[in-house]
């Protein structure tokens, strides 16, 4: 469904960095980072965040600030995105909020984020937003104006943590499990997930590594359980994306261990319902920002040379 190859589109995104990118269809993508001017991409001082948005035949940036953007993320026309800026005295980021409400095609800045450290936003609607940081999990309710801390057990981490959202419920995937909100912070509902760690979640399916096994499983997030089905053996695999039309048809990304910076992301897809996976690299940068599978069998990637890629037709 989502091809085994992957090729440039003809597009490409000069002395770019790329931290986040999102297929919204086969032909609507959006790439998140900053652009530089110097021949190093990590002064600080040289970085201007930068949107871009794929419509076909045309690649044109769509917001343009000081900085970078940490992170992007968009539910039906609500986009929102996290502009950080490094202090003049490199004392760590102030963060800003920026909203689109048209899809990612119009971009403007709401407010400033108070909080030290924000490594994901997560857009709910047109007025909802949240962010997850190191000890940092707040909400937005009014368009960005204003930021609420909201309490969930546990400690925060973005690095080992993520914010989804399925059917209008706010999920935390952490170390070994889930939490799950469905009123708004008030209350949580905990979900073991076998000693694995929560990789992600779409629908009520998970995808989860615990030692070298992956594992596929169908969350009941009111019942609190877990019906596991697919298992893939895979030492070096990292998941960090899932894919699927229905348990039987899958695809999940993930990364590889042992490959190393510039050696791509990979491509596993099953469709007889994990009897067997095919395996395909995709010639993109290593991180998890680089490449993103939409729901309708398309994809974006962008490669170490900023071309952008997709599958073949």
Same mark, same amino acid.
């Given at each position: ?50 949107? @871009? ?9 769509? @917001? ?130 076998? &000693? ?6 779409? &629908? ?11 594992? @596929? ?6 019942? &609190? ?74 994809? @974006? ?13």
């Amino acid at each position: 469904m989502w091809g085994s190859d992957w090729s440039a589109t003809g597009h490409k995104l000069d002395k770019f960095e790329v931290n986040a990118t999102r297929s919204l269809t086969r032909d609507i993508g959006l790439f998140a980072g900053y652009t530089y001017r110097g021949d190093s991409p990590w002064d600080p001082y040289d970085q201007q965040a930068a949107i @871009f948005r794929l419509i076909p035949g045309k690649l044109a940036r769509v @917001f343009d600030a000081p900085g970078y953007i940490q992170s992007l993320d968009i539910h039906g026309d609500a986009a929102w995105a996290v502009r950080g800026k490094v202090r003049a005295d490199q004392t760590g980021s102030d963060y800003f909020a920026v909203h689109s409400a048209d899809g990612g095609a119009t971009w403007a800045e709401t407010s400033a984020i108070a909080y030290p450290s924000i490594g994901q936003i997560l857009a709910v609607g047109e007025h909802e937003a949240w962010v997850l940081g190191v000890d940092v999990l707040a909400r937005t309710v009014d368009g960005g104006k204003t930021w609420t801390p909201i309490a969930a057990p546990g400690d925060r981490n973005s690095i080992e943590e993520r914010l989804k959202l399925e059917s209008n419920t706010v999920v935390l995937l952490l170390g070994q499990g889930v939490k799950a909100t469905p009123d708004g912070g008030k209350s949580w509902i905990e979900l073991e997930a076998d &000693g694995a760690q929560v990789y992600d979640l779409v &629908g009520n399916l998970m995808v989860t590594k615990r030692g070298a096994d992956i594992r @596929f499983g169908a969350l009941a997030i009111p019942a &609190g359980t877990v019906e596991w089905g697919a298992t893939l053996h895979d030492e070096k695999a990292t998941p960090f994306q899932l894919r699927g039309p229905a348990p039987a048809h899958l695809a999940f990304l993930a990364l590889d261990d042992g490959t190393g910076i510039g050696h791509g992301a990979f491509l596993y897809e099953t469709k007889n319902a994990g009897k067997t996976f095919s395996r395909t690299k995709i010639p993109c940068r290593a991180n998890a920002g680089a490449i993103d599978l939409s729901a309708d069998g398309g994809g @974006f990637a962008v490669d170490v040379h900023g071309r952008v890629l997709a599958p073949k037709r």
